[in-house]
């Protein structure tokens, strides 16, 4: 399954450019070379205008210019992101042949790092969903099983950075949408808090709820592209201090999972005391925000062209669009309280812990499981974080059956690098 990127941290690839044993343009090459066409991670890729920007790196690189540890970089873009020049489609029909004629922020953030933008990655129908098989452009497969899923609905950059095809990829993360495929695909995934990385360019979903977010092969790889993405100094809050880095976490155990999924990531905590989430009153209050606002997104779109969407995204769209005012208003204020008892968490904690996904990727085309309907069960345990705007972190923790298994840390706004220092630590 490994490619060339695979356990090739961007500090390599930084030294190798820097010391002239390879260029960006070889990068690139190694990048079009590899793409597998079966995995579908790939809805865009321009040979000639990645070499283009590849060959743009290599210049500056020539006059002694070094822009930092992205400069050369390939990297991969969510197709809900606007790169000028690329198609972007949605992975949906309304937006078939779509061109996109700016970059997004986060987009220019990069290349003004010296990145180099290769292609546009597969994503679930206007990001709607968690499992990334529902899409114009087809079902995105995990490179571990290609009978699987890879989830969504930052799914086709999941499933490249895995492959190796990519050492590092751009997704959104509404409800999970960065961590839920980095875990089923063995990489990490960061979502960052609410607002640290600009959206503008970046096609909503809930714009409440919405964040712009990195997968890589490493959490250390994640936290290189944060400093560069994030707004507007690239800082990543204060340092942890020396009581942080010894790592107070608290467990939070799932509602639901499979229990083999539990213990895996459990064991990577052991002396964590277990405090109680109400799961049950956070998804209510995700719900009643995300179809709400993407109803708001999608109302005229669905009056005047409902047969262009894929019947899933339709029918859910449809049941947002009957959620009532007052749900809405409930919800708004339920979020203020939650958030004040997660403070209150977190003042005792410097980080929570508990399982990224509660199961395995399932199969290409499940709607359910043994511990649920798969819409609900793949963002019970990360939802959450988007509804209060926490950064959150997913990392590799294992295997379960021979399929990824992801744990997944969160902790307060500005106290990101504990997240970094813990992830460290649990893979050292």
Not at 210 to 227: E, K, M, N, P, Q
Request: aromatic share 6%.
């Amino acid at each position: 399954m490994g490619g060339f990127f695979t356990g090739r941290t961007l500090a390599d690839l930084g030294r190798a450019l820097r010391d002239g044993e390879q260029t960006a343009q070889d990068l690139v090459t190694r990048v079009l070379e590899s793409a597998d066409p079966e995995l579908n991670a790939f809805v865009d890729l321009d040979p000639e205008l990645a070499q283009e920007n590849a060959r743009l790196a290599d210049k500056e690189r020539a006059r002694g210019v070094d822009l930092g540890p992205l400069h050369g970089i390939p990297v991969a873009v969510k197709d809900i992101i606007d790169v000028a020049g690329f198609r972007t489609g949605m992975g949906s029909a309304h937006f078939d042949g779509h061109l996109a004629e700016e970059d997004a922020a986060c987009v220019r953030r990069l290349r003004d790092a010296g990145a180099v933008i290769v292609g546009k990655t597969g994503t679930q129908e206007f990001a709607f969903g968690a499992t990334g098989d529902v899409s114009a452009s087809g079902p995105v497969r995990n490179p571990h099983d290609r009978s699987r899923m890879a989830g969504g609905s930052s799914s086709g950059s999941a499933a490249a950075v895995a492959a190796g095809t990519v050492p590092l990829a751009l997704g959104t993360d509404t409800g999970g949408s960065v961590r839920i495929p980095s875990a089923f695909c063995g990489v990490a995934g960061f979502k960052p808090a609410h607002g640290a990385v600009p959206a503008d360019g970046v096609f909503p979903l809930s714009r409440s709820l919405d964040h712009v977010g990195v997968l890589a092969g490493s959490a250390a790889d994640c936290l290189t592209a944060y400093r560069v993405l994030a707004a507007p100094s690239g800082d990543t809050g204060p340092a942890a201090d020396e009581a942080a880095r010894h790592g107070r976490a608290a467990w939070i155990e799932p509602p639901a999972a499979d229990p083999e999924v539990v213990r895996t990531v459990r064991a990577l905590f052991p002396d964590a005391p277990a405090e109680p989430l109400d799961f049950a009153g956070l998804r209510e209050v995700f719900i009643a925000i995300e179809f709400s606002e993407a109803y708001d997104v999608h109302a005229e779109r669905i009056a005047d062209a409902p047969g262009l969407y894929l019947p899933a995204t339709l029918g859910r769209l449809e049941e947002s669009g009957r959620m009532p005012g007052w749900r809405l208003v409930r919800a708004l204020r339920e979020r203020d309280r939650y958030a004040r008892e997660i403070a209150a968490l977190l003042d005792r904690y410097d980080y929570l812990a508990m399982p990224t996904m509660p199961i395995t990727a399932p199969e290409i085309g499940a709607t359910e499981n043994e511990f649920g309907p798969l819409t609900a069960l793949l963002v019970s345990l990360t939802s959450p974080w988007n509804v209060l705007g926490l950064p959150a972190l997913s990392v590799p923790a294992g295997t379960v059956g021979g399929l990824p298994v992801g744990a997944q840390l969160v902790t307060r706004r500005g106290a990101e690098r504990i997240l970094f220092d813990a992830a460290e630590r649990l893979t050292a």
